[in-house]
């Protein structure tokens, strides 16, 4: 879209003058942290809910089913998310987005009472419209706002403080639920307490500024946009599909949740009991923050070079991966679909607690480490807002088209050890293709900050801007 390029010129303020506060409403910081905060209330809270297995029923069908259409509709809408963000800036796109993940909560409240799967399942559906516009929102504010020598360290923030959302929604199952030990479903409290903080985020999200309103400390604005139009962007999404840079990103976005089928309901809903889930749920999301930090810090100050930084990220994340998938191979070996759950407590299974409750912890850092890396390289491919938008929501797009394949996998019962393969395999398929994404497409930064516009404008020329 031309007219955006137009104003990039623009995009620094007279005299290229410093600005101070470092919290000011319209820094990247303060915007980072409120993008945050409105994750950290919704899809934070749903994290939590999906974490303990089945969405807290003790029948996982309907949790399955619901997940499904939810995935489904999240493919389409995360593919368009970034158009509709382009169209309608961040207060419409992600208030709308929002509202879906209390409707969501919501039907399992009501499910608990009438046991109506139809409910959860197009309360689902809806949550996968509304995930696809927050998530692509999500996507171009955390790529396109931070400084460019900085965007690993502000991907770390959102992502810590999203997860903290996970922690203490993992808290509400574990104390509501703390007496309740047999495998029963979590009480109406729980839905209710999701839903409160749900509510309270969709609220919050109206206070993000759009990108030509945040000014970053050096004086220079983030990208403007000129809202687009609907032909624009239908066309702009449909050219991802040839572009080399996300055909490369595929098989990353379409592991990147297509395990929390095998963690949250073979793993934590399967060995344990109702009120250890919770805590686990703690522990993995906790796990989490740790691990966007790690990774956060390794993206932005492990080397002077851009590029070898993002190279020695993947190679760090790839080798922590392979290590956590064999100790889930030595964890899985132990127990079989069929096998009475063996309903592990944090206080009275003693030593045979440990090994599980470890593992499930890995799986929390180990997501993080992943998203967040793939995160950065998406960020390091461009700076325009506008751009970023599209290859985030393509990104979410693919990441929920396999999220949707991976929870019916667990509705037909494919077996726990077929599942971990296939998990095991696609995340290391996505390793040397990132590398070569990294390689090929990731420019140093003292480049990208000399000549931003003219390297767009090539970039467009050759067509693989977008």
Same mark, same amino acid.
């Given at each position: 879209?031309?007219?955006?390029?137009?104003?990039?010129?623009?995009?620094?303020?007279?005299?290229?003058?410093?600005?101070?506060?470092?919290?000011?409403?319209?820094?990247?910081?303060?915007?980072?942290?409120?993008?945050?905060?409105?994750?950290?209330?919704?899809?934070?809270?749903?994290?939590?809910?999906?974490?303990?297995?089945?969405?807290?029923?003790?029948?996982?069908?309907?949790?399955?089913?619901?997940?499904?259409?939810?995935?489904?509709?999240?493919?389409?809408?995360?593919?368009?998310?970034?158009?509709?963000?382009?169209?309608?800036?961040?207060?419409?796109?992600?208030?709308?987005?929002?509202?879906?993940?209390?409707?969501?909560?919501?039907?399992?409240? %009501?499910?608990?009472? %009438?046991?109506?799967?139809?409910?959860?399942?197009?309360?689902?559906?809806?949550?996968?419209?509304?995930?696809?516009?927050?998530?692509?929102?999500?996507?171009?504010?955390?790529?396109?706002?931070?400084? =460019?020598?900085?965007?690993?360290? %502000?991907?770390?923030?959102?992502?810590?403080?999203?997860?903290?959302?996970?922690?203490?929604?993992?808290?509400?199952?574990?104390?509501?639920?703390?007496?309740?030990?047999?495998?029963?479903?979590?009480?109406?409290?729980?839905?209710?307490?999701?839903?409160?903080?749900?509510?309270?985020?969709?609220?919050?999200?109206?206070?993000?500024?759009?990108?030509?309103?945040?000014?970053?400390?050096?004086?220079?604005?983030?990208?403007?946009?000129?809202?687009?139009? =609907?032909?624009?962007?239908?066309?702009?999404?449909?050219?991802?599909?040839?572009?080399?840079?996300?055909?490369?990103?595929?098989?990353?976005?379409?592991?990147?949740?297509?395990?929390?089928?095998?963690?949250?309901?073979?793993?934590?809903?399967?060995?344990?009991?109702?009120?250890?889930?919770?805590?686990?749920?703690?522990?993995?999301?906790?796990?989490?923050?740790?691990?966007?930090?790690?990774?956060?810090?390794?993206?932005?100050?492990?080397?002077?070079?851009?590029?070898?930084?993002?190279?020695?990220?993947?190679?760090?994340?790839?080798?922590?991966?392979?290590?956590?998938?064999?100790?889930?191979?030595?964890?899985?070996?132990?127990?079989?679909?069929?096998?009475?759950?063996?309903?592990?407590?944090?206080?009275?299974?003693?030593?045979?607690?440990?090994?599980?409750?470890?593992?499930?912890?890995?799986?929390?850092?180990?997501?993080?480490?992943?998203?967040?890396?793939?995160?950065?390289?998406?960020?390091?491919?461009?700076?325009?807002?506008?751009?970023?938008?599209? %290859?985030?929501?393509?990104?979410?797009?693919?990441?929920?088209?396999?999220?949707? =394949?991976?929870?019916?996998?667990?509705?037909?019962?494919?077996?726990?050890?077929?599942?971990?393969?296939?998990?095991?395999?696609?995340?290391?398929?996505?390793?040397?293709?990132?590398?070569?994404?990294?390689?090929?497409?990731?420019?140093?930064?003292?480049?990208?900050?000399?000549?931003?516009?003219?390297?767009?404008?090539?970039?467009?020329?050759?067509?693989?801007?977008?």
């Amino acid at each position: 879209m031309g007219s955006n390029r137009d104003v990039e010129s623009d995009s620094q303020l007279p005299g290229n003058a410093k600005v101070s506060s470092f919290f000011r409403y319209n820094s990247p910081l303060v915007q980072i942290i409120l993008i945050g905060l409105v994750c950290f209330c919704c899809p934070g809270m749903f994290n939590a809910l999906s974490g303990m297995g089945g969405g807290g029923q003790v029948d996982h069908t309907a949790s399955n089913n619901a997940l499904t259409a939810l995935y489904t509709t999240f493919a389409v809408f995360g593919i368009l998310g970034g158009g509709i963000y382009n169209i309608l800036g961040p207060h419409r796109t992600l208030f709308v987005g929002c509202s879906t993940y209390v409707l969501y909560a919501g039907s399992f409240l %009501y499910y608990n009472h %009438y046991h109506h799967q139809a409910v959860a399942i197009v309360a689902g559906a809806l949550l996968g419209v509304g995930a696809g516009l927050l998530w692509s929102a999500q996507g171009a504010i955390m790529t396109s706002y931070p400084p =460019v020598n900085r965007k690993g360290t %502000y991907i770390s923030i959102f992502w810590s403080i999203f997860n903290m959302g996970g922690v203490i929604g993992g808290l509400i199952p574990f104390i509501l639920n703390y007496n309740r030990t047999t495998a029963v479903s979590v009480n109406d409290g729980t839905y209710i307490g999701f839903m409160c903080f749900m509510s309270a985020g969709t609220i919050l999200s109206l206070a993000i500024l759009p990108p030509g309103k945040v000014v970053r400390d050096d004086g220079t604005k983030c990208t403007k946009i000129l809202y687009s139009n =609907v032909y624009t962007e239908s066309w702009e999404i449909l050219k991802l599909f040839l572009n080399w840079k996300m055909l490369l990103m595929v098989p990353a976005a379409w592991a990147s949740n297509f395990f929390y089928t095998y963690q949250f309901n073979n793993v934590n809903g399967t060995l344990f009991t109702l009120r250890t889930r919770g805590l686990n749920n703690v522990f993995y999301w906790g796990a989490q923050m740790v691990g966007s930090i790690g990774i956060g810090y390794i993206m932005d100050f492990s080397f002077k070079s851009r590029r070898k930084r993002g190279i020695f990220g993947i190679a760090v994340v790839g080798l922590l991966a392979t290590a956590i998938w064999a100790g889930a191979l030595a964890n899985q070996l132990k127990y079989k679909q069929k096998d009475p759950s063996p309903n592990l407590d944090f206080k009275n299974s003693g030593s045979h607690f440990a090994g599980p409750f470890v593992l499930y912890f890995s799986f929390g850092l180990l997501d993080a480490m992943f998203q967040s890396m793939v995160y950065w390289v998406i960020g390091a491919l461009a700076d325009d807002s506008e751009i970023l938008s599209r %290859y985030t929501g393509f990104y979410k797009g693919v990441q929920s088209a396999g999220a949707a =394949v991976a929870w019916q996998f667990d509705t037909h019962k494919v077996s726990f050890m077929s599942q971990l393969i296939v998990n095991w395999v696609l995340t290391t398929v996505s390793y040397p293709l990132l590398f070569l994404l990294v390689l090929l497409a990731v420019k140093e930064e003292n480049k990208t900050e000399e000549e931003p516009t003219k390297q767009v404008a090539a970039a467009a020329d050759k067509g693989f801007a977008h």
